[in-house]
């Protein structure tokens, strides 16, 4: 019988917490610079490289590998015969407390994104608290935790499927993938879950995603069993899709695909599909009673030779005079170094703009030939401007778009991943464009940001309206001032190129 102290569970969830905030772990980084290598299109291998040096400046400089922290994800495996020595909190209150200190680190204050009351006041709980656990009783005399921060752009791409049990699962995930867009920042894995109930199988999904990426060594030795020829076969089709890195079209979609499955009743076929994003951050460690966790380090010779430069064919833009003229001549696909002053605002506050233009209020600050960038940043620390400060998923500010474009003068946006027809529609109507960043960039978009005050909304804290001023911000034209999307074109292209669409892709 071992004795768990509960202090050793509260400090080995903060270290893992803190830690994985800057470590990738390193199967992934080592699969992402695979796909590097490997990658033809030159926009998914520009977007690849940042996200390969971000992940290096993470390791060394200890910040965020995205601004957005996550919400935490536990799975607990308590031994039968672990005894807890004078615990005061039952073991949710523990893991709770270990994820308030990690998130409130004075080193590395973590973005706290959880909010309380989600289908009303949506308050934030300002410590990033409470995480999601899930819990089994298993033999033996340890307590092991797998310990993940999900980003919530990748997990707002779920989907989950009651199929009749003679569909084709394959046939399923190739139809739903394109229709996830890019917000979940791909390259990543997709985890899925298969059997059970539709409970078990998202539990099954998302358990999935805390493996190891060992996809070439599956491939290497066969697969064994129908979950191997799956996992095979959907990672094969799946980047046959030719989605690529942030949309970009490209070869390397996902790193790898990991399905876990139960028996199930005769009548279903639940499937569950969560995918994982760049900003992958998980890891695992066991308490026997001997002290807390200990996370080793690990060495930069592990991550990839790869340091992003910004590209001498990039057209370096002045936000500060820039001129729909100037906009109207950007081309999809085109790179850009933004430097000079632009706004931000996200979800929280683009309804409030639209509530105060609804009442004939007057805004806070002139959006006239403004750019804004979507984003919420993590506070700053010692002599940082800005915390990580990546962009975050353009499709949710779809809805007011039209009405902002119409009523502000607003001259762009900046954000991440796709716009949806109406958008882009909008986007035509106006004459406006929108670019993009790249998503688990977060860094290294940080270090372009030279100055930040916030200019209006206060009380919302990183969803404020802040004016950046920036020097050569890296950024992609993804829809053009006709409307053209590069999300709706490179894919297509790429998947044409790699030439094995399978013919039920639908
Ligand atoms: S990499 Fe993309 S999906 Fe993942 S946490 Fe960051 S912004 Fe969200």
Not at 113 to 140: C, Q
Not at 276 to 301: M, Q, W, Y
Not at 460 to 472: P, R
Not at 487 to 494: L, M, N, S, T
Request: aromatic letters at 6%; charged letters at 20%.
């Amino acid at each position: 019988m071992s004795k768990i102290r509960q202090d050793d569970l509260i400090s080995s969830i903060a270290d893992s917490l803190q830690y994985i905030s800057y470590y990738h772990p390193k199967d992934y980084i080592q699969a992402l610079g695979r796909a590097y290598e490997l990658e033809e299109s030159p926009a998914a291998k520009d977007a690849i490289a940042q996200i390969l040096t971000n992940s290096r400046m993470c390791a060394e400089g200890h910040r965020p590998i995205c601004q957005d922290t996550g919400i935490v994800t536990c799975f607990v495996r308590v031994g039968m015969d672990v005894q807890w020595e004078g615990a005061t909190m039952s073991v949710t209150d523990m893991i709770n407390e270990g994820v308030r200190r990690a998130y409130l680190h004075p080193d590395n204050k973590l973005r706290a994104s959880i909010l309380m009351d989600p289908a009303g006041g949506r308050k934030n709980t300002k410590d990033n608290t409470p995480a999601v656990i899930h819990y089994e009783i298993v033999p033996g005399n340890t307590v092991e935790v797998d310990i993940a921060a999900k980003g919530g752009g990748s997990e707002n791409k779920t989907k989950f499927v009651m199929l009749n049990p003679s569909d084709s699962i394959v046939d399923w995930v190739l139809k739903t993938v394109p229709l996830m867009g890019a917000g979940w920042c791909p390259p990543g894995m997709l985890g899925i879950g298969i059997g059970g109930t539709a409970e078990k199988a998202m539990v099954m999904a998302k358990e999935a995603l805390m493996e190891e990426i060992d996809i070439h060594e599956l491939i290497a030795r066969g697969p064994q069993n129908r979950v191997e020829e799956l996992r095979i076969e959907l990672y094969e089709k799946v980047n046959a899709l030719g989605i690529g890195a942030q949309g970009l079209g490209g070869l390397a979609t996902v790193l790898d695909v990991k399905i876990k499955d139960y028996p199930t009743h005769a009548a279903s076929l639940p499937v569950a599909m969560i995918p994982n994003c760049a900003a992958t951050r998980h890891v695992h460690f066991i308490l026997d009673g001997s002290g807390p966790a200990e996370l080793e380090a690990p060495k930069l010779e592990d991550w990839p030779a790869v340091t992003w430069t910004p590209s001498a064919a990039a057209t370096r833009v002045d936000l500060n005079t820039v001129t729909r003229a100037d906009v109207a001549s950007w081309k999809p696909g085109q790179t850009l170094l933004l430097n000079g002053k632009m706004l931000t605002g996200r979800d929280a506050a683009h309804k409030r703009i639209v509530d105060m233009l609804n009442k004939g209020e007057q805004l806070p600050v002139d959006f006239t030939n403004r750019f804004i960038y979507y984003v919420g940043p993590v506070d700053p620390v010692r002599d940082e401007v800005v915390g990580p400060a990546g962009p975050t998923t353009a499709t949710r500010m779809d809805k007011f778009t039209d009405q902002v474009l119409e009523q502000t003068g607003l001259l762009g946006m900046i954000g991440k991943a796709e716009r949806g027809p109406a958008a882009c529609e909008s986007i035509k109507k106006h004459q406006s464009v929108y670019l993009m960043a790249v998503g688990g960039a977060a860094y290294l978009v940080s270090k372009a940001i030279k100055a930040s005050q916030v200019v209006g909304f206060a009380d919302l804290g990183m969803e404020a309206i802040y004016e950046f001023e920036v020097v050569d911000m890296p950024v992609t034209v993804a829809v053009d001032s006709s409307g053209t999307s590069v999300h709706a074109i490179a894919p297509k292209e790429w998947q044409a190129k790699i030439g094995k669409i399978p013919v039920n892709a639908g």
